[in-house]
């Protein structure tokens, strides 16, 4: 009987990753890693740390090295649907990160180190296994949008009502009891509205688009 040949996870060289990285105007390098079969983040890439973005999403990761710290440049990094379970801590040396994307993972809790991310202005965190948010979240101070949809949060994170940026917060998908659905109403901002898109006439629509910052359209 013939034997069966066991796929092998992709290995990157350092050439490799180097024909990866994009450059783009204003001189701003972007590492394209996603949908590269990747099972681990490639070593070699600590070579190339001088980044804008990074992109490792799409891929087969269970786990972000301790070395993501190296990437102190980045403002964007991409790790949604990939296998991820945790953080490392050094997360939190990323503090010139803005979009921090880790939709479509396994995370079950988030460090309190994500809480050093003062720059952050937008956190995926949508299909994932998240029951509450660390306490720290109050300290990002920048954060305008938050997805947290398709998770196991039965109540709202009361965090949010320290987050006066706030411009959208996305719940949808989520088991909230039915005793919080009204909380959700103080908990954010003063003059933040919940609306569904969907439900509005065109005119009003457009309305609302035009009220930056004090509405959240849900569709």
């Known amino acids: 009987m013939a034997k069966v040949k066991k796929k092998t996870s992709k290995t990157f060289t350092l050439k490799m990753v180097m024909n990866c990285v994009e450059h783009r105007l204003g001189g701003k390098r972007h590492l394209n890693l996603g949908f590269k079969e990747l099972s681990t983040v490639p070593n070699c890439i600590q070579k190339v740390c001088d980044m804008h973005e990074v992109n490792l999403s799409r891929n087969l990761i269970r786990k972000v090295p301790d070395f993501i710290d190296h990437f102190v440049t980045i403002k964007v990094l991409d790790l949604h649907s990939n296998y991820l379970e945790t953080l490392p801590v050094t997360i939190g040396r990323l503090q010139n990160l803005q979009v921090l994307n880790l939709c479509n993972n396994r995370l079950t809790a988030l460090p309190c180190e994500v809480g050093m991310l003062w720059n952050l202005h937008t956190l995926y ?5 998240l029951e509450a948010l660390p306490g720290s979240i109050v300290s990002l101070k920048e954060l305008r949008h938050i997805d947290l949809s398709d998770n196991r949060f039965t109540r709202v994170p ?5 987050l006066k940026e706030l411009e959208t917060v996305n719940l949808d998908r989520n088991p909230i009891l039915p005793d919080q659905t009204q909380i959700l109403e103080y908990v954010l901002p003063e003059g933040f509205h919940l609306v569904k898109a969907r439900l509005l006439c065109k005119s009003c629509l457009k309305r609302c688009q035009d009220q930056k910052g004090a509405v959240n359209l849900r569709w």
């Open 158 to 162: 009361f965090c949010l009502s320290r």
């Open 125 to 129: 965190l949508g299909l994932n296994h």
